[in-house]
Each structure stands twice: as C-alpha cells, then as structure tokens.
C-alpha cells in the first residue's frame, strides 16, 4: 500500500476553504453576541464523523510537526478514545469522549482541525445533491441565544454550508482523480484517522 499525500497546491485550496469558513462561522458569531468563552462543555467529546481523504492526509500534515514524544503521547489517548467509541456504540448508545487531540480544553492541532470541527456551535445549513434542505440549530448555548431572539421576532443569521461543502468534494475529486475505484469510503473519528495512520491506497 502507498500513502496518500496532499499536494501542496491542493493543502493551499483546503487552508484557504478553511478560512472562508472561519469568516462565515465568525459572522454569524457576531450577529448572535455568541462565544465560546466560559462555555461549561466542551464540543471536542462531540461524536464527530469525518468523510474525506483531503482532510485526512492534511491532518497528518499537520501531526507530523508536532515532537514526537508528543505524537506517541496523542496515539495513546487516540487509541483509548477509538476503544471507548467502540464500546459505547456496542451498548447502542452514542459515544462522548474527549477526542486525542484536546490537552487542557484546547486543540493542539489547532490550525488543521477539520471542517466540522470549524462549522459546529453557530447554526448553519445545507442542501444536498438530492435537493433536501439541512438545517443545523447550533450547540445548546447557541441555540439558548436563538430561541431568546425568536421571542422577539428577530432574523436568524446561520451559515450557509453549501458552496463549502461544494468546494470540498471539488478537491476531493482533484486528489483523488482516477484512483477513486480504489478508494474506499471515509467515515472516522479523528481518533481513528490518527490509529488508523495516514490515509493509503490499495495497490
């Protein structure tokens, strides 16, 4: 098996995305009065899924600058977290632990978290290919803060996922172009993409 790399052309076009999102998630945060300051939970013990080999390998990027003491110290935790995803699900019940990469309530890898960990808190929404509308209602602060400006018949901003969804499966097409057939489907935890090493590809 060969390992999947982000060129550096495409790693440009993710960070950029990632910054359009940044700008969207901060203008409805400032709209809404919202932050995450003081916050009594936490969003990274959130069961999050992520589905796309672009921001696998651009999380690797990011892990392998870290010391690698640090790395086996994450791989530890990493591995604790996937078996405890595990065994809740086994019991029917959807897992909350505290992903790897959260030391003292903030993300070490702060600059290459993944698109959902950038999206969650403030609400948002999506159409589909199928042409079905997703609407997303924000964290539980969040929707506190909406529910108080529904009373008064106020707007609510949210952010529109649709064309960064988009752009998204763009670059996913691009890097994967004609090994798609050897490319099986993305559906991990950020624990489980770290167990699991960087993203390979099938000989």
Not at 132 to 148: E, H, N, S, T, Y
Request: net charge neutral.
């Amino acid at each position: 098996m060969s390992e999947l790399t982000l060129p550096e052309a495409l790693a440009g076009r993710l960070e950029r995305l990632y910054r359009a999102m940044e700008d969207d998630y901060d203008r409805v945060a400032a709209q809404l009065s919202f932050t995450c300051s003081g916050c009594p939970d936490n969003c990274c013990d959130s069961y999050f899924l992520h589905h796309t080999y672009a921001e696998w390998a651009y999380l690797w990027l990011g892990f392998r600058q870290l010391p690698v003491e640090k790395q086996g110290e994450i791989m530890h935790r990493a591995d604790k977290a996937v078996q405890a995803c595990r065994a809740a699900l086994a019991r029917g019940s959807r897992p909350l632990v505290m992903c790897p990469l959260n030391e003292n309530g903030l993300c070490v890898l702060y600059p290459y978290r993944l698109l959902v960990c950038r999206n969650h808190g403030v609400p948002a929404a999506m159409t589909r290919p199928d042409g079905k509308r997703l609407v997303f209602p924000g964290c539980f602060r969040c929707q506190d803060i909406v529910d108080a400006l529904k009373t008064k018949g106020a707007e609510i901003p949210l952010v529109e996922r649709t064309p960064l969804l988009r752009e998204l499966v763009l670059l996913e097409q691009e890097l994967l172009n004609e090994i798609r057939h050897r490319c099986s489907k993305v559906k991990l935890t950020i624990a489980e993409m770290l167990v699991n090493g960087p993203p390979t590809l099938l000989p």
